[in-house]
């Protein structure tokens, strides 16, 4: 089953949130972000498939910038990670 957008894990310093939100804000149709967990500053981003490129380049440039990485998860790439769900 395809899905309509690809969904990436990112931890980055709290006081950077509001800072990524603008980006992406400003890069209009690249990504969709919200703050899963604002304790350990985990955001979701949800990428539309044409623009996954573009995004990786973007992010590149941030991570350089407040060291944002990603996690990994046990989900196949473009998995929905529910953060509720129990195993």
């Known amino acids: 089953m395809e899905r309509d957008t690809i969904q990436r894990l990112y931890r980055i310093d709290?006081?950077?949130i509001s800072t990524l939100k603008f980006l992406l804000e400003s890069y209009e149709g690249i990504a969709i972000s919200r703050t899963i967990d604002?304790?350990?500053a985990l955001v979701e981003m949800m990428i539309p498939p044409g623009f996954h490129r573009t995004f990786?380049?973007?992010v590149a440039d941030i991570a350089k910038e407040t060291g944002m990485a990603p996690v990994t998860t046990g989900y196949p790439i473009g998995e929905t990670h529910d953060p509720d769900e129990t195993a």
Do not use: N, P, Q
């Open 14 to 16: 709290r006081r950077d």
């Open 38 to 40: 604002d304790r350990i």
């Open 56 to 58: 990786m380049g973007l």
